[in-house]
T-cell receptor, first 114, second 111 residues
């Protein structure tokens, strides 16, 4: 099976712009979660989508949003970019919400805000 | 606030030795526990998960969970230089797939 794919892999944006990142989960996986990783804050949960519905949301401002499509592909959007949004954005997919709930990460999108 | 704590390291072990990585968590309602390995510049790679008290072995890796003491550990036997990476402990608290991560422990295996 192909792994989780994320596009684009690298992105440079200017403060105030908006950005959309895309994630395609492992085939058959219905849950997609997004995380932000920075040197200072580590890995932090943004949100999770399951069957096109947001099921969990982390402690991030409303500028961060996401959605999931019927084929389980997901996008996240960040509006009005700030310098502090520079980070590695990781998408993880999971087959379901069973007790193990293992998640597999994609390669990430490295976002740089200048 | 639910917290996951790890010693940042670096933890240095000689090749062939056992590396022991520890993680504590704050919420007794935690359901399942994960260990990820992350090489510099790469994304986290799932090594093991555990959700019952006791030990779980997979090859050179053993995860240990003690819910009463609220800690989970990862043992790496016969450590190799290729095991040098940052090891992330993650805890799942609810029915969804939200994971709370520790800051990671950097492991260095010296030849």
């Amino acid at each position: 099976k192909a792994g989780v794919t994320q596009t684009p892999r690298y992105l440079i944006k200017t403060r105030g712009q908006q950005v959309t990142l895309s994630c395609s989960p492992i085939s058959g996986h219905r849950s997609v979660s997004w995380y932000q990783q920075t040197p200072g804050q580590g890995l932090q949960f943004l949100f999770e989508y399951f069957s096109e519905t947001q099921r969990n949301k982390g402690n991030f401002p409303g500028r961060f949003s996401g959605r999931q499509f019927s084929n389980s592909r997901s996008e996240m959007n960040v509006s009005t970019l700030e310098l502090g949004d520079s980070a590695l954005y990781l998408c993880a997919s999971s087959p379901s919400s069973d007790p193990s709930g293992e998640q597999y990460f994609g390669p990430g999108t490295r976002l740089t805000v200048t | 606030q639910k917290e996951v704590e790890q010693n940042s390291g670096p933890l240095s072990v000689p090749e062939g030795a056992i590396a022991s990585l520890n993680c504590t968590y704050s919420d007794r309602g935690s359901q399942s526990f994960f260990w990820y390995r992350q090489y510099s510049g790469k994304s986290p790679e799932l090594i093991m998960f555990i959700y019952s008290n006791g030990d779980k072995e997979d090859g050179r890796f053993t995860a240990q969970l003690n819910k009463a003491s609220q800690y989970v550990s990862l043992l790496i036997r016969d450590s190799q230089p290729s095991d040098s990476a940052t090891y992330l402990c993650a805890v799942r608290y609810n029915a969804g797939n939200m994971l709370t991560f520790g800051g990671g422990t950097r492991l260095m295996v010296k030849p």
